[in-house]
């Protein structure tokens, strides 16, 4: 049977001048998502916070690639100016595949979740991502079916993210299990505990483990090779000393949980309910943990550019 060849995308991109550069030369690229600036902190701490992620990769050898939709196109790194007016931002929509090209055709502001920046990363031809943590399966999941866009995003799309495991409250092995439906490969780096974000290790065994970013870079290398779609999981343990260990954390979370059931809280409202709460509970000790793991995944995904970039480069000629 004939197969039609695939379309060409005529994706709305905006490159910023250095993003464009490197990714001409064939530079290390590494995208940033864009919810964390908008819905993650207050301004100015938002605006600080992204330009020290993004100082942290051009540090590790990597260029930058902060995604967000604006006037009708997807920017693919933004300017400096560019950063702040998106960190001082109001009603701006949280984006992930079911709202990106809603946005965009309204010509409204939005910030890319982790499954909307893996879109728009794979449009723009860049093959690493960090951020936090992902999204999951949702305690209760059961009964309210809410499981995030971004599990089902990692089977689909080829861009590999590093990330500390699963935000921790969520329901990390029906999550994992999810993952392993999917196809996902979920690989911890340098441990064979599954993270779970704010601690080193969640008491659950991650299915695959790597210890150096060659070895992640060479899997997603044969995964393109094997022409298998989706991407690959990188869960990379938060910094010792910026850890909440997951006996002090836990109770934590519970009590978070518990107060949104009482209030009522649902839907998309859940994960930023809850944060904030395990932020007041943890006396900002929570968000210093997040800033923390933010940037050791961002030293992590560098490493994996550059080796990408050097396989590249190194590859023969046609």
């Given at each position: 049977m004939t197969q039609t060849a695939p379309r060409a995308h005529t994706a709305p991109l905006t490159f910023s001048p250095e993003v464009r550069a490197a990714l001409d030369a064939g530079a290390p690229v590494v995208a940033l998502e864009s919810t964390i600036?908008?819905?993650g902190m207050p301004y100015p701490?938002?605006?600080?916070t992204a330009r020290r992620v993004e100082a942290e990769l051009r540090a590790a050898g990597a260029v930058p690639a902060t995604i967000a939709v604006m006037g009708g196109r997807i920017h693919i790194g933004l300017t400096d100016a560019e950063l702040d007016r998106l960190a001082r931002a109001t009603d701006v929509m949280k984006l992930?595949?079911?709202?990106?090209?809603v946005c965009l055709a309204a010509g409204s502001t939005g910030a890319t979740t982790v499954a909307a920046t893996m879109i728009c990363a794979q449009l723009a031809g860049i093959e690493v991502f960090a951020t936090g943590g992902i999204g999951g399966v949702h305690r209760g999941a059961d009964t309210s079916f809410d499981i995030s866009a971004d599990l089902s995003e990692l089977a689909q799309t080829a861009?590999?993210?590093v990330a500390a495991g699963a935000k921790a409250i969520l329901d990390l092995p029906k999550t994992l299990e999810v993952?392993?439906?999917n196809g996902v490969p979920v690989i911890a780096y340098g441990q064979n505990d599954f993270p779970a974000f704010w601690s080193r290790e969640s008491g659950l065994r991650a299915p695959l483990r790597a210890d150096t970013p060659a070895e992640i870079a060479a899997a997603h290398r044969m995964r393109a090779a094997l022409g298998l779609p989706g991407g690959q999981l990188v869960a990379n343990p938060i910094p010792p000393e910026a850890e909440i260990a997951r006996a002090e954390i836990t109770p934590v979370i519970e009590t978070a949980l518990a107060e949104?059931?009482?209030?009522?809280?649902?839907?998309?409202a859940v994960t930023p309910f809850l944060l904030q709460r395990i932020f007041e509970l943890t006396a900002g000790r929570s968000l210093q943990a997040n800033i923390a793991l933010v940037l050791n995944n961002a030293r992590l995904a560098a490493g994996i550019a550059r080796e990408l970039a050097?396989?590249?480069a190194n590859a023969p000629k046609p």
């Open positions: 600036i908008t819905h701490q938002n605006l600080e992930s595949r079911a709202d990106l090209a861009v590999t993210v993952l392993e439906t949104a059931e009482a209030q009522g809280i649902a839907a998309k050097a396989a590249q």
